[in-house]
């Protein structure tokens, strides 16, 4: 009762005489989500949650957010501008199960040449994730990657891979015949194309306001780093290079170097 009303308390939000305005109604985790803001200057927004914290700096009026994968059932959200919270919002995450599944790939031996690339492509991601520019984008929606697409693994399965390692799916599997064309998912700047060890053949795209899209396992890559392409481009042929177990394309939606659910990222409308 006592945990009730302190709910009904903390959902009232506070706003510092300026236009604040959350453009999403419903929250999950992994959920990418947008505020309005009329003044992007100096702002941020912040996601409180347990005992941490995610920035997401305004990178024009329409700020992207995301609510982490491990958010628990509150999350904070405050907007701060030079240090000074002009908005604050409790907000109840709905809550999702996760599937688990079982995977069998051929097991490879990791020399130390092998970690050395691993570490490195590691840090050309986390460079390519780093990029902060204004939206290049001026549509108000994602688009779905393939065609036709067919989900074969979800978002947040928890993977068990050859019966011990375990690890987390940060992305949507879409199964689909080896050379199926593969469309960028919102116009954007390509700021990775390479051949990686785990993801084989991938893209990265930039799109601005802290978007990025990545497309993974491709058996063909049609784009070069520091193109522009528009939403709906092809971009890459459906493979399986790097560590998969047959022809699929993984697709994965982040905001910052934060990895959302793209099944809920494509649902968005900005
Ligand atoms: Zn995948």
Same mark, same amino acid.
Request: proline letters at 4%; a positive charge; zero cysteines.
């Given at each position: 009762?006592?945990?009730?009303?302190?709910?009904?308390?903390?959902?009232?939000?506070?706003?510092?005489?300026?236009?604040?305005?959350?453009?999403?109604?419903?929250?999950?985790?992994?959920?990418?989500?947008?505020?309005?803001?009329?003044?992007?200057?100096?702002?941020?927004?912040?996601?409180?949650?347990?005992?941490?914290?995610? #920035?997401?700096?305004?990178?024009?009026?329409?700020?992207?957010?995301?609510?982490?994968?491990?958010?628990?059932?509150?999350?904070?959200?405050?907007?701060?501008?030079?240090?000074? #919270?002009?908005?604050?919002?409790?907000?109840?995450?709905?809550?999702?199960?996760?599937?688990?599944?079982?995977?069998?790939?051929?097991?490879?031996?990791?020399?130390?040449?092998?970690?050395?690339?691993?570490?490195?492509?590691?840090?050309?991601?986390?460079?390519?994730?780093?990029?902060?520019?204004?939206?290049?984008?001026?549509?108000?929606?994602?688009?779905?990657?393939?065609?036709?697409?067919?989900?074969?693994?979800?978002?947040?399965?928890?993977?068990?891979?050859?019966?011990?390692?375990?690890?987390?799916?940060?992305?949507?599997?879409?199964?689909?015949?080896?050379?199926?064309?593969?469309?960028?998912?919102?116009?954007?700047?390509?700021?990775?194309?390479?051949?990686?060890?785990?993801?084989?053949?991938?893209?990265?795209?930039?799109?601005?306001?802290?978007?990025?899209?990545?497309?993974?396992?491709?058996?063909?890559?049609?784009?070069?780093?520091?193109?522009?392409?528009?939403?709906?481009?092809?971009?890459?042929?459906?493979?399986? #290079?790097?560590?998969?177990?047959?022809?699929?394309?993984?697709?994965?939606?982040?905001?910052?170097?934060?990895?959302?659910?793209?099944?809920?990222?494509?649902?968005?409308?900005?």
């Amino acid at each position: 009762m006592v945990r009730f009303f302190l709910f009904l308390l903390l959902t009232v939000s506070f706003a510092w005489g300026e236009e604040v305005k959350l453009l999403t109604e419903n929250f999950y985790p992994a959920g990418l989500n947008v505020i309005q803001v009329d003044n992007p200057q100096n702002l941020k927004v912040v996601v409180l949650y347990r005992d941490k914290k995610l #920035t997401f700096p305004a990178l024009g009026k329409k700020v992207f957010f995301a609510i982490p994968y491990d958010s628990g059932k509150f999350v904070e959200l405050q907007v701060i501008r030079d240090g000074k #919270t002009i908005y604050k919002k409790f907000i109840k995450v709905k809550q999702k199960k996760y599937r688990i599944s079982r995977i069998t790939v051929k097991s490879r031996k990791l020399t130390k040449k092998v970690l050395e690339r691993i570490k490195r492509e590691r840090q050309l991601i986390r460079k390519a994730f780093s990029i902060r520019e204004e939206a290049l984008f001026t549509e108000n929606s994602f688009i779905p990657p393939l065609k036709n697409p067919r989900m074969s693994t979800p978002f947040g399965a928890k993977r068990i891979i050859n019966g011990k390692k375990r690890s987390i799916h940060w992305g949507v599997d879409y199964s689909a015949p080896r050379g199926t064309p593969v469309y960028a998912s919102l116009t954007g700047k390509v700021v990775l194309a390479k051949e990686l060890f785990y993801t084989g053949k991938t893209v990265i795209i930039s799109h601005g306001a802290g978007l990025f899209t990545l497309y993974a396992h491709l058996s063909k890559i049609d784009v070069k780093e520091g193109q522009m392409v528009k939403r709906g481009q092809v971009i890459g042929k459906v493979g399986s #290079t790097g560590r998969s177990t047959g022809p699929h394309l993984h697709f994965g939606v982040y905001v910052n170097s934060v990895r959302t659910d793209p099944s809920l990222a494509l649902k968005l409308k900005w």
